[in-house]
C-alpha cells in the first residue's frame, strides 16, 4: 500500500504557479506539501519563459491603466475570455509585482522606473522586462518557498490520480521517483499548477514535461474544461538547422518591430508577406506563416526566417536590444557559428501555449468541490488569443488567489475525508503493473511519438472535419491496442520511463478532450482554424466544454462571463 501523508493544502506544480500558491497557503496559515515532477525551480515552462510581464503601471505612457489592460486581452482573446477573471488579473497586478520585488526578483528600469515595451496587441507599452527571465522569476519564488518551514517540497513525483469522497477532492496519489514508490497524499484542498499540453504536437518550444497531466486528471475525477481545441502557436520557433537549440522560442514581437530591432520575416524566396505596419497578434501571423508554408514558399525545412541583416539600426543598436530584451537565444547562436547580423534565422509556428483548460472561477474553484486550479492548466481567462506577457501575469495573480481560497478551504474543514480504499488500492496496482514484463511489451516513448504524429498530422492549424475524426479513431485505437502493452524496465527509484508511461497514459485523455472540442466548434477563432469553417460566426461566442460521465465524454457549449463593470 502506499505511504500516506496529511496536509492542509497539496499544491500539484512547481513552476511560478504552483510555488506562488504554496506562498500564499502557508501565508494564510496552512501547512503545505508542494509536489514537483522535476526539481522546483529548474521543472515545468517557467524556468524556459521569456522575460515579459504584462502589468498596467504606465510608466512609458501615463494613459494606460487596468482599464485599458482589460480591454486590450479581452479583444485579443476573440472575445472569449470570461471577463470577471480578466478583471481579476488586470485587478491584482500591480500587487503581485510588488510582491515579486520582495522576494528578490529584478526587473529591468528606465529613469528609475519600469522598463515597459509594447507588444502586438497592447494599446501602450505594458511588458515588464524580468531579469533572468523565466528562470529569474521562478528562482526568487523558489527562494521564498525555502524560507517557509511547513512547506514540504517533493521533487521529482509525478501525480496519478486525484482522490474523491462523495465527489470532493481529497488529496492524490504521486509517484515518487526518488524514493520508487506511490504516496498517497490526503488534504483538505488541492490545487493545481501542472502547466499546459503542449507535448501532444511534435513542433514545440515548451519542456518535455508539458503532457497535460493535471487536466487530464481533473477531467477523470468530473471537472468540466473548457475550450480545449484553443492551443496557441508561437510564429517564432527555432527549427531543424540549429542543433540543441531547435524548438527553442525567439521573440519575433521586438525582433520585427520599427522601434527595437526593425527586422523583415522572409519566406524562401526572399520575399516579405506580411502586411505593413507592426508585427501582427500571434494567431494572425501563425496563420500567415502556415499559409506561406503550404503554399509552397517555404525553406527545404518547412520554415521561414527572420532577417535582421538589413535593420536599419547600427550593430551596437542591434547588440544593445538584444541583451535588453532578452529577444532570442544570441550567445548560443554565436556559440554556433551564427552571427545573427549576417544571416536569417529559420523559424516555424510550434505549439507554446494552452488557452483551454480546467473550468475556474476567480477563486480558482472548479467544477470539483475541493480542487483549484491556477496558470496554464486554468482555461477561460485568456479566449482563443494570448496577449504576450499575460501568461506569467496570469501565474501570480491566479496561483495567489489560488493558495488562498485552499487555506480558507482548509481552515474550514475539521477533519480530512476518507476516499475509497479500494480507489487506492486499484491505482497502487495499476501503477505498479507497469513495471511487468509483457510478452508484446511497448515502450512509453513509442506511443507518445504516436500522439505527435497524429496531432501533427490532423489537429494542427488549420483542421477540417475529416482529419479531426481521423485523429479520434486514432487516439482511441491507441488506447485500445497500444496502451495496455506499455510496459517500464529498470530500477523503480529515479526511472524516469516509469513516469512516461503514466503521462503517455493521461496524454491520450488529454487529445481527445481536444479533437471532440475542435470537432464541436464549427468556426475559425484564434488559434482554432477550420478549413471547413473559416469564418468567425456570433453564433459561437461561447466556450466548447467536456466533462467525464459515465456513458464517456460528454461535450455541449457553455457561456462566455460577460462583465458589467465599467473600467
Known sequence: MPDREDVDVLVVGGGAAGARAAIEAHDCGASVVLACKGPLARSGTTPQAWPSMQVAFGAEDPRDGPGVHF??????GRMLGDENLVWALVSDAQDRVRDLERYGVKFERKNGQFLQVRHPGQTYPRNLVIKGAGYGLVSGLSREVRRRASIRVMPDA???RLLLAEG????ATVLDLRRGLLAEIR????????????QLWGITDTSPDTTGDGIALAYRAGAELVDMEMMLYYPAVIVHSYGELNGTLVQYESLLAAEYLAGRMLNANGEEFLPPGPPPARDILSRLMFDEIRAGRGTKNGALRIDLTKSPKSPT??????DRLQTLPYDN???????????AIEVAPG????LGGIHINERCETTVPGLYAAGE???????ANRVSGNALTETQVFGARAGRSAAQEAAHSTTLCEPDPDHVTAEHERVVSLMRPRKDGLRPLAVRREIKALMDRYVGMPRDSGGLTRALGEVRRLRSEDLPRVQVEGPLVFNNEWREAIEVDLMLDTAETVIVSALLRTESRGHHQRSDYPKSSDQWLRHTAVRSVDSGLASYVTEVTRSTREP
Not at 187 to 198: M, Q, R, S
Not at 317 to 322: H, N, Q, S, T
Not at 377 to 383: I, P, R, T
Open 377 to 383: 492548466v486554468a482555461g477561460n481567462l485568456h479566449g
Open 187 to 198: 488534504a483538505k484542498a488541492t490545487v493545481l499548477c501542472t502547466g499546459g499540453y503542449e
Open 317 to 322: 543598436e542591434i547588440d544593445d536590444w538584444l
Open 351 to 354: 505549439t507554446h501555449f494552452a
Open 71 to 76: 480591454h486590450d486581452t479581452v479583444r485579443e
Open 158 to 160: 509525478i501525480l496519478t
Open 168 to 171: 470532493r477532492a481529497v488529496g
Open 333 to 343: 547562436l554565436r556559440e554556433l557559428g551564427i552571427d545573427v547580423k549576417a544571416e
